[in-house]
């Protein structure tokens, strides 16, 4: 089954570092670019970073750049995304996204993030 | 990047076509062929119902369809069922590798 699994969601307090796992199966992973896009509660998407097929380049959204790192381990079909000095605004679902010819074909689930102040 | 523009709240009847409109820019709605529509329902995660401005993945329902005239995009749902009650959120890429999203509209079938 084609399908993206997310996990490493928690509370984390304000300034603390959580880092998020996407793991993918069911199609060839180091074929297409990956993104991360969130949702805070009762809110909107945002999309929020992008990495390439072959890992690079790598694009953040100015909300979070500087604070998050996102990386990817083709081997292992598994995106990552390294969450820092996190904020209360931070607190969202987070979805791992695939990315085909500019559209965002496949999500996962999500997993929740909530940073406490 | 600022958000597209939706409106809010959308509503129809059971049958009748409803339009929700998608406002950018020049820098994304207006420069690239390359918006796209998701519906969401509550507790699930997005889907992709419409890319390239007017094309749909397989499997989705042809009374899904969408449009695109200079800065402001539309997704047309025709026949409405009660089933496409629904958010729905266009998105834009807007170059260099980034997308932005419009804040959503909530579509209820009256």
């Known amino acids: 089954e084609v399908q993206l699994i997310e996990s490493g969601g928690g509370l984390v307090q304000s300034g603390g570092s959580l880092r998020l796992s996407c793991a993918a199966s069911?199609?060839?992973?180091?074929?297409?670019?990956m993104n991360w896009v969130r949702q805070a509660p009762g809110k909107g998407l945002e999309w929020i970073s992008y990495?390439?097929?072959?890992?690079?380049?790598?694009h953040y959204a100015d909300s979070v750049k500087g604070r998050f790192s996102i990386s990817r381990d083709n081997a292992k079909n598994l995106l990552y995304l390294q969450l820092s000095s996190l904020r209360a605004e931070d607190t969202a679902v987070y979805y791992c996204?695939?990315?085909?010819?500019?559209?965002?074909?496949?999500w996962g689930q999500g997993t929740m993030v909530t940073v406490s102040s | 990047q600022s958000a597209l523009t939706q409106p809010a709240f959308v509503s129809g009847s059971p049958g009748q076509s409803i339009t929700i409109s998608c406002t950018g820019s020049s820098s994304d709605v207006g420069k690239y062929d390359f918006v796209s529509w998701f519906q969401q329902s509550p507790g699930n995660a997005p889907k992709l119902m419409i890319f390239e401005d007017n094309k749909r993945p397989s499997g989705i329902s042809n009374r899904f369809s969408g449009s695109k005239s200079g800065n402001t995009a539309s997704l047309t749902i025709s026949g409405l069922q009660a089933e496409d009650e629904a958010d729905y959120y266009c998105?834009?890429?807007?170059?260099?590798?980034?997308?932005?999203f419009g804040g959503g509209t909530k579509l209820t079938v009256l």
């Open positions: 990495i390439r097929d072959g890992g690079g380049p790598i």
């Open positions: 069911g199609f060839i992973f180091s074929d297409y670019s």
């Open positions: 998105c834009s890429f807007a170059g260099d590798f980034s997308w932005v």
């Open positions: 996204v695939r990315d085909h010819i500019f559209a965002f074909d496949l």
